[in-house]
């Protein structure tokens, strides 16, 4: 049995805002993610507001069947190893015709619904407007019975678009885009 590896079930929604009683100053955390241009592979680097703590992670990730199923594996690292792959962090790489960083910034915010911690990823920079919604689950049939939440908009779990890496170079307005092809 390979141990190295978790598996992570999800489903994803796109919303609109923060659900009540949310606001941008609820508690949350700072998440800066780089992707490793060609690879399965990113470093995230996460600060905590409250405490101005950071921690340091590097990921791979590997969806499964579809895109609800993901193979996770983590290495923490501390500070001295964070600097050694600090030169992959916002590296500039050309995507989408122009030069663009790799790295994705978001806010992260948990909310509880149905008995369920969601995690709400709000998007900053030039992504500032969209807001994803991950619910996680223990059981592919927990995760086919999960009802739609009323504060989310669209499923988004299999749309390739909105995974991390090809969000990469993207705007909102990239966003609207592929939101009104759905619609």
């Known amino acids: 049995?390979?141990?190295?590896?978790r598996t992570e079930l999800r489903r994803v929604f796109l919303i609109a805002a923060l659900p009540e009683?949310?606001?941008?100053?609820?508690?949350?955390?700072q998440i800066f993610d780089n992707y490793i241009e060609n690879t399965r592979?990113?470093?995230?680097?996460?600060?905590?507001?409250?405490?101005?703590?950071?921690?340091?992670?590097?990921?791979?990730?590997?969806?499964?069947?579809?895109?609800?199923?993901?193979?996770?594996?983590?290495?923490?690292?501390?500070?001295?190893?964070?600097?050694a792959f600090e030169i992959f962090e916002g590296r500039e790489i050309r995507k989408n015709e122009k030069i663009q960083t790799n790295e994705i910034r978001k806010n992260r915010y948990f909310y509880?619904?149905?008995?369920?911690?969601?995690?709400?990823?709000?998007?900053?920079?030039?992504?500032?407007?969209?807001?994803?919604?991950?619910?996680?689950?223990?059981?592919?049939?927990e995760m086919r019975n999960f009802k739609i939440p009323p504060f989310a908009i669209l499923e988004?779990?299999?749309?390739?678009?909105?995974?991390?890496?090809n969000l990469v170079g993207k705007t909102f307005g990239d966003v609207k885009i592929e939101f009104n092809k759905k619609g």
């Open 21 to 29: 009683p949310l606001t941008r100053a609820s508690r949350h955390l």
């Open 112 to 141: 509880n619904f149905a008995d369920k911690e969601i995690e709400i990823d709000v998007f900053l920079g030039e992504l500032w407007g969209l807001h994803l919604a991950k619910v996680f689950f223990a059981t592919i049939e």
């Open 156 to 165: 988004v779990t299999n749309n390739e678009f909105f995974r991390g890496e």
């Open 41 to 83: 592979l990113r470093i995230r680097s996460i600060r905590s507001p409250e405490t101005k703590q950071w921690s340091w992670i590097l990921q791979q990730r590997i969806s499964l069947e579809d895109l609800s199923q993901w193979k996770i594996s983590e290495i923490f690292l501390n500070e001295s190893e964070h600097a």
């Open 1 to 5: 049995m390979d141990k190295t590896y």
